[in-house]
Every structure is written in C-alpha cells, then in structure tokens.
C-alpha cells in the first residue's frame, strides 16, 4: 500500500479510498489495535471509552423501560443449536468450538455465543411456570462470537461486544409491543445521541433473524454510500418457546407458550458514528457522544505563558463546574501540533487563548465539524460553549441528513435502471447511495438484484418517503416499498 | 439431600451445614441458577444487580486514579502461554481450548484467557516505545475461564466476571506504588462498601500468582471460618517485560524493560458477601450495597387499605426524593409472605404502616440485621431511614470484626497445638478459624502444615497484631508472622 496518496495527517483521503480513510483515521486516533487472533481487535482506551458512552445510553433507557441486567453462561452446547433448525442452519458456519479442557477431550462439543437464544431459552424454560412470572425483561451485556471471513474493526469482528435483549410475554400482542418500543429506543439513542439518522423498517423474510418471525431494523447510510445495519429487533413468535418447552399456566388454566423477542446492538455503532461523520482531517465525534467534548490549548510565546495561565486555569474550573467534559493539553508540545492531534481524535471544539486575547478579554473558539472560529468575551465561554455544543450535534444530525437525502434515489424504477444508475454514478465519481424501490415479495426478484447489482434490501420502511408500485425486476404490482443499497 | 434440617423459609441452618445454608440461601434470594455448562452459572438479575454496584464502586476508584477501561481479545493462541514459564505452568490444567471453527481445524489451539497477562503484554510491546508512552494505566472488565473440577456458585466458576488492571511503568518504584495503591483501593470497596474485614498482606512464594514477583491479597474470614481471597494485586516486575519484549527508550537513551503489575476482583466478591453477613433468615446486605435499601410494605385489612394508601404513596415519593433506593411492595400477598420475602433477600429496612399507625402518624422501621422494630414519626421517617442505614452499615462492619477477631486464634505455638486445636474445636461444635502463626519461610514447613491439618497460609498481614517468633512447624526463628486457615 502507497501512502503517497495520503494528506498531510497521514490519513487517505475520503474521496480516494474511503476503506483506506476508515482504517486511517481510527488508528490515527489511536481508538484500537490489531492482534495476532484472527479477526480479533483490541479496543484501546480511546476507543473502549466511545463504548461506554453508548452502554450508559441505552442502559440508562433499557432500565426506565423495566429490563434488568443478567449474565449467561458463554459456553452453549451443541445440542442446544440443534432445537432450533433455522437457527443452527444460520450460525453454524461461524461458530468457534471448544473440544477440550485442561488435557481432557470434552464429551460434547461447546459452541462460543453467537447469540444466546438457546441458552436463555433452556433457562427461561425453568424460570416462568405462571402468568405472575411474566413478563421477563432482561438484558444481557457480553461478548459474543462469529467467525467471519471477511472482517473489519468495529463493523465487522470475529469477536465482539454487544447488548442482548431477551423478553418473555403471555401475548403476542405484548410481545410485538416490545419488540417496537426496543426498535424505538435504538432509533432514539442512535439519532439523539450519536447523531446517526436511521429508517426504521421491517427487513425482508431473507434478511431475517435465523428463527425470528419478524425482524425489525435501523439502517443507517455512511459516507460511502453504503449501509449500516445499526441496531435489530425480533419477534421470535413462540419458535423458541416451542424448541425450549418455554410453557406457562395462564390466568385461564390453559397451559400456553410464552412469546419471545430479542434485540441486540454492538461495537459496530462505533464503526458506523465514525464512517457518519468523520471526514479527511479525522474523526468527528457528535458532543453528546465525545468523551473529551472541550479541549483548551494555550498559545503564544513561551515567556508569556504565565499571564495566559492566569485566565486559564479559572476557565478550565468554570467550565468543569459547568458540567463541561473538559481537557486542558498543556504538553510540551507547539500548539500546532496539538491542534492536529486533537483533530483527529474528533474532539467538537477547541478553545485557544493567547497572550493578546487575554489583553482583548476574549478566547477563540473552533469547530471540529464546520472548522469555524468564534471569538468569544472570556466572561461568556461557558454559555457560548454549552450553546455550541447543543448547535453542533443538531448541525452534525443536519448534514447526515441532508447527505442520506442527497444519496437516496427515487427514480431507479427497473434493474436496468439501477444497472444504469451504478455505472452513471461510477463515471461522474460519485457514489451509488440507496435506491427506494417497489418489490412484488417474490424471493426470486429480491435476489436477482443482489446478484447483478451487490444491492440487498436493507429494510420495509414503516414510513417511506414515496411509494413504489412496481416490482422492480418483475414489474408486476409490488407489495412493498424497500430501500436498496450495498451493505457492511 | 434431605429436606428435614431445613428450617421453615426452606433454609439448612449455618450451625448444620454451611455450605448448604449457603446454596439454599442464594437460591431462595434468586441470585442465580445452575446451566447445563459444566461450573457455569447463570447471574439472575438479583445477583447481577450485585455486581453492577461492586463494579460501579470499584470503575469509580480506578478512574479518579488515572485509569482506563480497554478491551482485549478473549482468545489467547497456545504460543502466547510458552513465553512465560512460570505462567504457562500454572495456568495450562485449567484451560478450555478452541480448536475448530466453523467446519475448519484451527492451525493453533486459541486459549479462553484465564487471565490476559500474555495478550496484554504482546500488545503492549508495540504500544510502548518510550518514557513518554508510560506509564500505561488500563484496566477490563471481563469473562475469564478456568476449568475448575469442583465448583461453587460466584466463589469458584468456570466462568466468572472480574476486572483485571495491566499497568506498565518506568522503575521498579513506581510499579510497586502501583501494586499497593490498587491493593489500598480493594480493600477500601471491600471494607467501606461491602462491610467485609480485611487483612492486607503478602502472599508467600508457593501461594504467588503464576509468573510475578510479588502477590498481595486481602483476606476475609466468612461465618465457618473460612478465608475467601477477596482480591490480589501483583509486581511482575520484568517477567512479562523479558517474555514479551516490551522495552522503552527511557530519558538517559538506554532501552529498559518496563515494570509491570496486574490486579483483580471477581463476581466471588458477591459470595463473600453473602457468606460474611447472611444468616438463618436468608441474605443479609450491607446498606451501601442493596439494591433496595428500604421496601415499603402496608398492613392491615384491606378495607382499611386506602386510608393507609393516603400516607404510604406521599411517604414513598419523599423517601425516593431523599435519595434512598426504596420499593413499594403492592402486590396481593399476605404482609407475613411479604415480610419473609425480603428478609430472604436482605433487604436492610422494612417498613410498616398499617391502619392504627396511620392513626397515631406513626411507621415502624424492621432492621434486618438485628430484627429490631423502631417506631418513628410519619413526620420523620427520611431523616431517620438514613440514620439507620448509615448505622447499620457501621454495625455490619463491627460485627464482622467481632466475628473475625473471636475466630482468629494466636496461642497455637506448633502443628501439635493446630492439630489439637482442630479436634477441639470440632469437639465442641465451634469454627476452627484462622490461627496467626510464625513460620521460617520454608516452603517443607508450609506444605507440612497444609498435608497434615489443610489449613494454608493465607498472608502475611502488613500490620499483625502481634509477632509470632517461632516457625509453627519447626521451631526455628520464624522470618513471617502468617495467617493460617481453611480457605475457598
């Protein structure tokens, strides 16, 4: 690989390779490392950090929704795969194994989690007999495995960590109520928080949760075009229930088996909030989401250091006590340099003061996302700040928005057309986005597209912006309105 | 297993067999369930709620101590292991291996980590270059396996939860303020949070982790008088630095090895607590633990219900805005169900309002720990409940004291005085307990007395209360005042 082509911060330019720019940026952001484990990363502090901003979201909201937090077993048996027969059908190829312990041959083979619906299944088989112990809500935070062939950090992993939700009800009703409220929750942390504009839709019996009746998801378009399947939600029906004899004694003394969801999101949310918003010069992280959301850097000459310092270090206690994530780099560094590191790693603004702003009474602040600069009276940092950081995720949700707008298409209404569609946008070096198109329900026409184009259905829309009325290979009337695009 | 010795919550009382009480105990409470997984258990939401408030106190500590949270790889490759001798030998009868995934045998048997020294310090070596990158302060939060033939739920796993620290320093110094800075904080969580008595000290050499230098421990004594390694902390000094390379270009321009140190909690600490404080009547929790600290029950005929109702539901949203993690217990079961409920589950306060107290705008406050009723003024139960429960936590803390202290024996001179005092104890229905007895610093001496009475040396406490100066075996001058007992 060349890094002729890389800008001045040794980062690929987007509008070049945007893998190139992605694998770039996160380690130029020092956010995770490669190991010798095939497909396994590490997640270093900077990166871990991200993680645990999005745990605390959705925790905090799983938990005002009634679920509570419990941990499974990692080692699933064999036999338990073989209940299910979609599901061992789906994950079977990319389950790792373990055969032996210590020095002895283990007499059945143990599966490391891909997902824990057997497990969870068997269990919940033991812990609801009545219709008092249901509900079930609860959640699992773990790592799980899925021995992928192709993989890239944070989106792709042979290990990974993730939620995992898994409810038990006495109605399909209440069930598919949970299923939608999850979806819900994803869908608000993943606008309001990481910024990421989602469609929440129903995916495609192809595209389903092996074992799920309904699988539910938000899909998220990055910069390249491509999607991003940000979160899923599944109505398991009674499925599990029947493999698992998950039975209850309802109010009506009829035995009855429960309905189940599960609904899971991972790492891969980091991946997608970087590949969202991040541009040639690094990541940028929206403020809800940044660790660091305010770094200050002090500037001017060495000798008058002193009297800089003599604002500083008040503005940096005013703006922790503002409730501001705040980080002073007061390295032996040029301020240049820290510029540019801070840069990358995609911290939302950046306060400078310097000898003649502290005469002027005044800081200088700048945007990561727009690279604006604002003057601002050193009385009022810390309204101007909590203001800006409130208008740049607004601003950052904006122009995801207006970019996915730009990138969805409308008027791809056969294969010929979206064949035309790939190879125009190819020429004019733009990139292809998604294409909403109707689609008659028949497996046969959601696979020619995929096969001709690399397009797959990302999800149904529950609210689509146009409707589609014919199929777009078989034109005969279509059933539902879809959006189209190559995926992560 | 014979029900007949249960008493009438369903519980083996401690004095018949402790180790029954202990199960029946963590089963009636709902803290967790048996799997078809060898060793492995399931964490219900009770007993996981648990360790989220043990995990919370002790992330809290590391971060005010410059610590961060990253993420490794769960499969360690065989060759990883051979690099450090020590290690490999002590954790090799212990571990699960994967050898196939998907329908592919792996080139190279991947380890479920025990402990993830050996990945940590192959990353490390390229993460650290010089003495800018130091030192490194990182921390996880974890799975780990280790395939232990006889098991006990949260004490002894094949899978558990912990946390491990990996930190990476310039000098020996530094690294071992390290080791003793984190060992402080343990046993700060472990006293102040979970009310556990402690003794800090030094492991001996045949009880040290695998591959360190150096292993400090807190010890705890729990109700048969039984220690439970409650945490350890260790100097590796440059064991892992030499196996791994990880070497630094320090100040002077010499490459050095760095000094490194490695510390853990796990989920054992839940058993601990339920083994230090639980009695007859179930768990007992410390105040700063619960996750409910006071549950609200009404009393009396339920035709008298809502004139209770009009002073229950005001006083449980004080209590809520006074910060106490409190619960309303509404459900249609007797008071008397109710109140056996949650003594099983150790619920510190219980409080009671019933019709004639509503007349006398009164409530009475149920300590669990001591069974003592208070009756208070409807007017003052927020400032009184916090009272209590900063009082209780105190209490909870001088009992385990006056326990461990009455069952920690320091006149038994040699093996001949153990062994007697063995039978003795055994002969009039007591503890054995700890004996504090001298030693030589002979490993022969050592595993002398652990052939012949199974008491092992748990430390060698920072702080004895006395010194003992002779060996307990052989009678030389002893080089350690140690601390013997049975252990978990």
Request: aromatic share 10%.
């Given at each position: 690989m060349?890094?002729q082509?890389?800008?001045?911060k040794?980062?690929?330019?987007?509008?070049?390779?945007f893998s190139r720019?992605?694998?770039?940026?996160?380690?130029k952001?020092?956010l995770?490392d490669?190991?010798?484990?095939r497909?396994c990363?590490a997640?270093?502090p900077d990166?871990?950090e991200l993680w645990?901003r999005?745990?605390s979201?959705m925790?905090?909201?799983f938990?005002?929704t009634?679920?509570?937090?419990?941990?499974?077993?990692?080692?699933?048996?064999e036999?338990?795969?073989?209940?299910?027969k979609?599901?061992?059908?789906g994950?079977?190829?990319?389950?790792?194994?373990?055969?032996?312990a210590?020095s002895e041959?283990?007499?059945?083979?143990l599966a490391?989690?891909?997902?824990?619906?057997?497990?969870?299944?068997?269990?919940?088989?033991?812990w609801i007999?009545s219709y008092?112990?249901?509900p079930?809500?609860i959640n699992?935070?773990a790592?799980v495995?899925?021995w992928?062939k192709r993989?890239?950090?944070?989106l792709?992993?042979?290990?990974?960590l993730w939620q995992e939700?898994h409810?038990?009800h006495?109605?399909?009703?209440?069930?598919r109520?949970e299923?939608m409220?999850m979806?819900?929750i994803?869908?608000?942390v993943v606008?309001q928080?990481l910024?990421i504009?989602?469609?929440?839709g129903?995916k495609?019996?192809?595209?389903?949760f092996a074992?799920?009746?309904?699988?539910?998801?938000?899909e998220?378009m990055m910069?390249?075009?491509k999607a991003?399947q940000?979160?899923?939600?599944h109505?398991?029906g009674?499925n599990?229930?029947r493999s698992?004899?998950?039975q209850?004694?309802d109010?009506?003394?009829?035995?009855k088996?429960?309905h189940?969801?599960s609904?899971?999101?991972s790492?891969r949310?980091?991946?997608a909030m970087i590949?969202v918003?991040?541009d040639?010069?690094?990541?940028?992280i929206?403020?809800?989401?940044?660790?660091?959301q305010l770094?200050?850097i002090?500037?001017g000459?060495?000798k008058?250091?002193?009297?800089?310092?003599?604002k500083?270090?008040?503005?940096?206690?005013?703006?922790?006590a503002?409730?501001?994530?705040?980080?002073a780099?007061?390295?032996?560094?040029?301020p240049?340099?820290?510029?540019n590191?801070?840069?990358l790693?995609?911290?939302p603004?950046r306060?400078?003061?310097?000898?003649?702003?502290?005469?002027?009474?005044?800081?200088i602040l700048?945007?990561?996302?727009?690279?604006?600069?604002i003057?601002?009276?050193?009385?009022r940092?810390v309204e101007?700040?909590e203001?800006l950081?409130?208008h740049?995720?607004?601003?950052m949700?904006?122009?995801?928005v207006a970019f996915?707008d730009k990138h969805s298409?409308f008027?791809v209404?056969t294969?010929d057309?979206?064949?035309?569609h790939?190879?125009h946008?190819?020429?004019?070096?733009?990139?292809?986005?998604?294409v909403?198109?109707?689609?008659c329900?028949e497996?046969?026409?959601e696979?020619?597209?995929?096969?001709e184009t690399?397009?797959?259905?990302?999800?149904?829309?529950?609210?689509?912006?146009m409707?589609?009325?014919?199929?777009?290979?078989?034109?005969?009337e279509s059933k539902y309105t879809v959006w189209?695009g190559?995926?992560?």
């Amino acid at each position: 690989m060349s890094d002729q082509k890389k800008n001045e911060k040794g980062i690929t330019p987007q509008s070049e390779n945007f893998s190139r720019w992605y694998i770039d940026a996160i380690r130029k952001a020092d956010l995770m490392d490669y190991t010798p484990v095939r497909g396994c990363i590490a997640f270093k502090p900077d990166g871990f950090e991200l993680w645990e901003r999005i745990q605390s979201k959705m925790d905090q909201r799983f938990k005002e929704t009634g679920h509570r937090n419990a941990y499974f077993p990692m080692l699933i048996p064999e036999s338990f795969f073989q209940k299910e027969k979609e599901h061992v059908e789906g994950f079977n190829p990319e389950l790792p194994w373990v055969t032996e312990a210590g020095s002895e041959k283990l007499e059945e083979r143990l599966a490391l989690r891909p997902t824990s619906e057997t497990m969870i299944g068997h269990l919940y088989s033991q812990w609801i007999q009545s219709y008092r112990d249901l509900p079930v809500l609860i959640n699992q935070w773990a790592n799980v495995f899925r021995w992928e062939k192709r993989t890239l950090p944070f989106l792709r992993t042979s290990e990974f960590l993730w939620q995992e939700g898994h409810t038990a009800h006495a109605t399909e009703q209440e069930a598919r109520e949970e299923t939608m409220q999850m979806l819900q929750i994803y869908q608000e942390v993943v606008e309001q928080e990481l910024a990421i504009p989602v469609w929440m839709g129903q995916k495609t019996p192809s595209e389903r949760f092996a074992g799920a009746i309904d699988t539910y998801s938000i899909e998220a378009m990055m910069k390249d075009g491509k999607a991003v399947q940000a979160g899923t939600s599944h109505y398991l029906g009674e499925n599990f229930a029947r493999s698992f004899e998950i039975q209850f004694l309802d109010r009506d003394n009829q035995q009855k088996y429960v309905h189940t969801t599960s609904w899971g999101t991972s790492t891969r949310l980091i991946g997608a909030m970087i590949m969202v918003h991040g541009d040639d010069q690094g990541l940028v992280i929206p403020p809800r989401m940044a660790p660091t959301q305010l770094v200050m850097i002090p500037v001017g000459p060495g000798k008058l250091r002193e009297k800089v310092m003599e604002k500083f270090d008040p503005l940096y206690d005013q703006l922790k006590a503002g409730g501001i994530r705040v980080r002073a780099d007061l390295r032996d560094e040029t301020p240049g340099w820290k510029f540019n590191e801070w840069e990358l790693r995609g911290v939302p603004l950046r306060l400078e003061i310097g000898p003649r702003d502290v005469d002027n009474n005044q800081v200088i602040l700048v945007r990561r996302d727009t690279g604006e600069k604002i003057t601002v009276g050193l009385d009022r940092v810390v309204e101007h700040v909590e203001e800006l950081l409130v208008h740049i995720q607004k601003t950052m949700v904006q122009r995801a928005v207006a970019f996915r707008d730009k990138h969805s298409h409308f008027t791809v209404d056969t294969l010929d057309d979206l064949k035309a569609h790939i190879v125009h946008q190819e020429n004019v070096g733009e990139i292809a986005g998604w294409v909403l198109a109707g689609w008659c329900g028949e497996e046969e026409c959601e696979s020619q597209v995929k096969d001709e184009t690399k397009f797959t259905s990302r999800n149904i829309p529950f609210d689509a912006p146009m409707e589609k009325k014919k199929c777009i290979v078989c034109a005969k009337e279509s059933k539902y309105t879809v959006w189209f695009g190559r995926a992560y």
